[in-house]
């Protein structure tokens, strides 16, 4: 089992930007794939953004395309969300999850919350 922990989540303004940091310990991330998920007020949890474990592939949600980068060091052993020009509808908890497969997702952080004000 790999520990994950999320970081860099809070209040920004619609436009703005913010870096979510994944840090993980126990294992290294080498071994994984890594995604990014969300969860709305009111609304499940949904898919944002993944990474296999070379970093040469990656993954977006429509929503999100164009405007979030994932990205990985595995000598920090830590997985990163860029967010541009954020919206509203961005607010959400979003975890960092590891897959060792690269399709189901085995172990997840506890969340960081993410406000996007109008």
């Known amino acids: 089992q790999v520990q994950l922990v999320e970081s860099g989540g809070g209040l920004v303004q619609a436009g703005g930007s913010l870096r979510l940091s994944c840090a993980a310990s126990?294992?290294?991330?080498?071994?994984?794939?890594m995604g990014w998920f969300r969860q709305a007020p009111g609304k499940e949890r949904e898919f944002v953004a993944s990474i296999r474990r070379s970093g040469g592939n990656t993954f977006y949600s429509d929503s999100v395309k164009g405007r979030f980068t994932i990205s990985r060091d595995n000598a920090k052993n830590t997985v990163y969300l860029q967010m541009n020009s954020l919206k509203p509808e961005d607010t959400a908890v979003y975890y960092c999850?590891?897959?060792?497969?690269?399709?189901?997702?085995?172990?997840w952080g506890q969340g960081t919350q993410v406000t996007v004000s109008s």
């Open positions: 126990g294992r290294t991330i080498s071994s994984y794939a």
């Open positions: 999850a590891a897959s060792v497969s690269g399709y189901t997702y085995d172990d």
